[in-house]
Structure formats: C-alpha cells, structure tokens
Nanobody, 124 residues
Framework: VQLQASGGGLVQAGDSLRLSCVAS????????MGWFRQAPGKEREFVAA????????YYGNSVKGRFTISRDNAKNTVHLQMNSLESEDTAVYYC??????????????????WGQGTQVTVSS
C-alpha cells in the first residue's frame, strides 16, 4: 500500500496539529496502521498504532495522553491528532502500515509500508 502523509508544519509549544495519511493501492482495513517519528541524530521512535478495525490503540510513553490516532477505513485514511505539542516532538513523522496480524507492534521492522514523512517543528 502506498502512503502519503501530510499536515506537518511549524507551530508553537502548546499548539495542536493534525497529521493525515492517505493510502492508495489497497484498502487499509487489512492493515495495522501507525505512526513513527525520527528526530535529527536519533533513532526512529514509535508514536502510535491502531488495529485493523480501529478498536484498539497503543501509544508511545512520550505522547500518551497528548496524541490520538484514528482511522477511517472507508476513506482509507489515518489521522494523528497532536495536542499540547512540545519542542521534543520536533521530528519527521512517518505513516506506516503493517500486515503481520493485528498486533500493535512498536518496532519499525514489523511494519511493511512507509510513507515519505512529514516534518513537524515545535518552537519553544
């Protein structure tokens, strides 16, 4: 599945931002969908994932309580609502799709398809 992420930008600390990921080529209903991020000089970090039907979600500790992942299988889209942004959230955010069952993996190797990334910059 091809993934196109958008919605990144430059915001102030405390602001909100909503990322979107549009999938094409196949329906996402058979994929676990998620988001990772990578800041300069750091490894890729798990942000959030949602199960195929959207009934289960899981978040990285650093974003828990501030970010919300959602999906609309009918529209083949996934969103990441990011609230109370902090300078530490500055990174390139990647939309990912996994077809290895319905488990919400937190390691990047368990996801098969990656979008091109969208830059989020939070100024303090």
């Amino acid at each position: 599945v091809q993934l196109q992420a958008s919605g990144g930008g430059l915001v102030q600390a405390g602001d909100s931002l909503r990322l979107s990921c549009v999938a094409s080529g196949r329906t996402i209903s058979s994929y676990v969908m998620g988001w990772f991020r990578q800041a300069p000089g750091k490894e890729r970090e798990f942000v959030a994932a949602t199960s195929r039907g959207g009934g289960s979600t899981y978040y990285g500790n650093s974003v828990k309580g501030r970010f919300t992942i959602s999906r609309d299988n009918a529209k083949n889209t996934v969103h990441l609502q990011m609230n109370s942004l902090e300078s530490e959230d500055t990174a390139v955010y990647y939309c990912v799709a996994g077809r290895r069952g319905n488990s919400l993996y937190t390691t990047p190797q368990m996801y098969d398809d990656w979008g091109q990334g969208t830059q989020v910059t939070v100024s303090s």
